[in-house]
């Protein structure tokens, strides 16, 4: 594993830590502003994984990335993925 593999795994790890600490916290909040903030929550995240999703299968297929490599990758079906570049 390269540093770089290293240095996105533990980003990764940390901002699913603070996602995980986030939704504590919130068990505190009153329902109302708990719900709001859990749909806020996924609608952003929902938008970002989406956009970020999509901009890395591009950036694998112009690397010759065929599709049932980036699936395995992405842990979905290569048809999944097609449908993402297209």
């Known amino acids: ?11 990764v790890r940390q901002a699913a830590d603070q996602l995980t600490a986030l939704c504590e ?8 502003e708990r719900l709001n903030a859990l749909a806020a929550l996924k609608h952003a995240f929902h938008d970002l994984h ?5 901009e890395a299968v591009s950036a694998a297929r112009d690397q ?3 599709l049932r490599r980036i699936a ?3 842990r979905c079906s290569h048809e999944q993925v097609r449908l993402l570049s297209a």
């Open 1 to 11: 594993m390269s540093t770089d593999q290293t240095a996105w795994s533990e980003a």
């Open 25 to 32: 916290d919130l068990k505190n909040a009153p329902v109302e």
């Open 50 to 54: 989406h956009c970020a999703q999509r």
């Open 64 to 66: 010759g990335w065929p």
């Open 72 to 74: 395995t990758a992405l």
